[in-house]
């Protein structure tokens, strides 16, 4: 360090090393004079003489020495002041500079932090709010399924009251026939829907809570990152001239539980892929969710297409044997008809046949008083009697016929009920299938309603 004007005037090689002592040169120094007391007791006469003044004085070059002494003390205690005073200006210097440097490093420290922290920040408000927006989607969705849900109870009811109402049907039209195979079928589906959509609704509502968990883990590291940016940017903008800054000896160390840069990052990435590994869960849930209420809309509507279209044959099939049905019983009406006709033909004839009976009778016992040889089996006896029993043969024959004719008036007469019965069957089997079966379906919800759109 540099010195004053005086001690460069004294000599520049003082600065570097001990200064030489100064000596007197040896023809300057007086010879010491040894004075010896020749009568030192107590009764000499000397020790008088001298009384009141010392006998061991410094010499002069003691003196001379001494002040030497006290110069090069006093010159090094001034060299090596302002060697001190060099040297603690440039300590304060380094100090004040490494406070500075440490100071904007630390500063550099907090921003790049801050960066760090608005990074994790940002892909947490990221994360909350796909998290978010897809628990909206899902619970949409969830809707849709609730929706679809209710709407099966409608197919349902049809197919559960089209099956009760075909119980009504009279024999022998009460068959297990296409109708009530795919009616039965219907019904099946429809329970084994409701249990799928039941099941799927306890899932989505299951996605939908682990959401929302993993939305609150994320939001809560979020607020604790919201919150230790806005103390970390507090701490970046103090500076030595802030007036809210003050001593915190006990701060100066690391909290036992505090975290590690690697441990801090690895918590919000480990809380961003769990929340992102249930957005994925959810987004593919959504879509189960979609081809789920398609299937399900696609299998009700061709399931009732199928039943539709059953209904339709059998009502056609109905129809058809109830036309036939009454075309016969035109045809036995008309014979029946005809038979009591021809009944009535036959009990005139066979009452036309009474007068000739009559006359050859009343003939032949009016002959039978002839007297003597003239009761004579003549050609004419032989003819009444021959028209007696050809009338009798033929009454006979048409009563024959008659009872025939009767017996199968009797036979067309019971088919003739019969074949009412069965046309009257029929006609409330075609009622029960047209005009409450397939009436009641037209209220079958359409395929947005059982996909739930409606």
């Known amino acids: 360090p540099a010195g004053g004007p005086s001690a460069m005037a004294q000599a520049g090689v003082l600065l570097t090393k001990e200064p030489a002592p100064q000596a007197v040169p040896a023809s300057d120094l007086p010879v010491k004079v040894c004075e010896v007391a020749l009568n030192a007791g107590p009764d000499s006469s000397s020790g008088l003489a001298t009384a009141g ?57 907090l921003g790049q932090r801050l960066q760090d922290i608005h990074f994790w920040k940002a892909e947490l408000q990221k994360e909350i709010e796909d998290l978010d927006a897809e628990t909206g989607l899902l619970a949409a969705q969830k809707l849709r399924l609730e929706k679809a849900l209710d709407a099966t ?5 049809i197919a559960t009251d089209n099956l009760q109402c075909r119980e009504r049907r009279q024999p022998p039209d009460l068959v297990s026939d296409e109708v009530e195979r795919e009616l039965l079928k219907e019904a099946e589906l429809i329970r084994n829907i409701q249990e799928l959509l039941k099941r799927t609704l306890t899932q989505a509502g299951n996605q939908m809570r682990l959401n929302r968990d993993h939305k609150e883990v994320c939001e809560m590291d979020w607020s604790d990152k919201v919150e230790t940016y806005n103390i970390d940017d507090k701490c970046g903008r103090y500076s030595n001239q802030s007036t809210n800054i003050q001593f915190h000896p006990s701060s100066v160390k690391f909290e036992e539980s505090a975290s590690t840069p690697e441990t801090w990052a690895k918590f919000s990435h480990d809380n961003i892929y769990r929340a992102e590994r249930e957005k994925l869960a959810s987004i593919n849930l959504r879509a189960l969710i979609d081809n789920i209420l398609h299937d399900v809309s696609e299998d009700l509507r061709m399931q009732c297409a199928a039943v539709n279209e059953a209904f339709a044959k059998r009502c056609e ?38 007068a000739p009976m009559k006359v050859a009778q009343t003939r032949l016992y009016d002959r039978s008083f002839r007297p003597n040889t003239e009761l004579c089996r003549d050609e004419a006896q032989f003819r009444l009697i021959s028209e007696a029993e050809e009338l009798t043969e033929s009454i006979e024959s048409l009563k024959k016929k008659l009872l025939e004719s009767e017996q199968s008036l009797r036979n067309l007469e019971d088919t003739r009920m019969n074949l009412e019965k069965e046309i009257a069957v029929k006609t409330n089997s075609i009622f029960i299938d047209r005009q409450k079966c397939m009436a009641h379906r037209t209220r079958y919800p359409v395929v947005l309603k059982l996909a739930g759109y409606q």
């Open 53 to 109: 003044f010392r006998t061991a004085k410094y010499l002069l070059p003691e003196w001379r020495r001494s002040n030497s002494d006290l110069y090069h003390k006093a010159f090094t205690g001034c060299e090596q002041a302002e060697r001190g005073r060099a040297e603690a200006k440039e300590l304060a210097e380094h100090a004040a500079a490494t406070a500075q440097r440490t100071q904007q490093a630390s500063t550099a420290a």
């Open 153 to 157: 109870k409608v197919p349902y009811a």
């Open 317 to 354: 099939e109905l129809d058809d044997t109830k036309h036939k049905l009454e075309h016969h019983l035109k045809k036995i009406l008309k014979e029946i008809g005809d038979q009591e006709a021809n009944i009535a033909a036959l009990k005139e004839a066979i009452r036309d046949k009474e």
